[in-house]
């Protein structure tokens, strides 16, 4: 039987037709509603019409957000009109049949440890940094969700070892000040650089720059971001942290971090090896066809 991942995303949602090996047999992208029943109209006409050219699959959905354990509806979801819908309950009755969730950074952790950039390698701390920042934790091929669900979410963690200059640190969208998120994610870069410069610029724009006040900018994002994986490493110990979102494709990230991030590790030598995704934008769809593992009967 093969897999069908569904990457819901809040401007397009996309499907694939996956097998056993890993091999996409078939895309397709649809906008997406900006309704609750429009998405689950969505998402089922995509699992029909990739079904209907390849045959039953087990389905497995990436979504933004997490779900609570308590009523196992969607909570924190930027698509607001997600939060407090049992997505996985709804569509589960649409389809009549099980389908496995996760939120978007787990299904980027879970596609880069199958057969992405952290293939074969026991443990794997997935990193985004783009529009926010988030995680996912793959343990011997599989998701570590946790207690609440939250396993990996150390975007709203405080930035470790705080510079006199990164006290309290900026406000965050969750209540505290200074969150990893406020500082690595691609706002966070751009507005660290406007306080600094003065400067109005995308954190594509400063990555792409070689002026000093950019290269000064990514200096200090290259040594947050070693700070607050550091952290990670110390806490969880993966044997690779692969990087992903829009911010990790700047050029030499994933090689700076690496140079810096022994020096805060509590350890005589460090082997875990911080490396940039393999699959991109694709991570998530992949991922969620990666819920269901090959062996599932």
Same mark, same amino acid.
């Given at each position: 039987m093969i897999r069908i991942g569904i990457d819901l995303g809040g401007t397009k949602t996309e499907g694939v037709a996956m097998n056993a090996a890993g091999e996409l047999l078939a895309r397709e992208r649809?906008?997406?509603p900006p309704d609750y029943a429009g998405v689950l109209d969505t998402i089922a006409a995509l699992i029909a019409r990739l079904e209907a050219e390849h045959g039953p699959a087990r389905i497995g959905v990436c979504h933004p957000g997490s779900l609570s354990p308590s009523d196992g509806c969607i909570r924190n979801a930027n698509s607001q009109w997600l939060n407090g819908r049992p997505l996985g309950e709804d569509l589960e009755h649409r389809l009549d049949r099980p389908?496995? *969730?996760?939120?978007?950074?787990? $299904?980027?952790a879970l596609s880069e440890a199958s057969d992405g950039a952290a293939a074969g390698q026991r443990i794997v701390f997935g990193v985004i940094l783009g529009t926010g920042v988030g995680g996912?934790?793959?343990?011997?091929?599989? *998701? *570590?969700?946790?207690?609440?669900?939250?396993?990996?979410?150390?975007?709203?963690?405080s930035l470790p070892w705080p510079r006199p200059d990164e006290v309290p640190g900026p406000a965050c969208w969750c209540g505290l000040h200074g969150c990893i998120e406020t500082w690595l994610s691609g706002p966070g870069l751009a507005n660290d650089?406007? @306080?600094?410069?003065?400067?109005? @610029?995308?954190?594509?724009?400063?990555?792409?720059?070689?002026?000093?006040? $950019? @290269?000064?900018s990514m200096a200090r994002h290259a040594d947050r971001l070693a700070r607050a994986l550091a952290s990670v490493v110390n806490l969880v110990d993966p044997d690779v942290i692969v990087l992903g979102g829009g911010v990790s494709n700047t050029a030499g990230l994933a090689e700076t971090v690496q140079a810096r991030l022994a020096g805060h590790v509590f350890c005589d030598a460090l082997t875990t090896r911080v490396v940039r995704h393999r699959h991109g934008d694709s991570s998530g769809v992949r991922g969620a066809a990666w819920l269901w593992p090959a062996e599932t009967p």
């Open positions: 649809r906008p997406t389908v496995r *969730l996760a939120n978007d950074a787990d $299904c980027f996912g934790i793959v343990i011997d091929g599989r *998701l *570590l969700e946790g207690a609440q669900r939250i396993a990996g979410e150390w975007g709203h963690n650089h406007a @306080r600094r410069t003065g400067e109005t @610029r995308a954190a594509h724009e400063i990555a792409a720059s070689d002026t000093p006040a $950019c @290269r000064d």
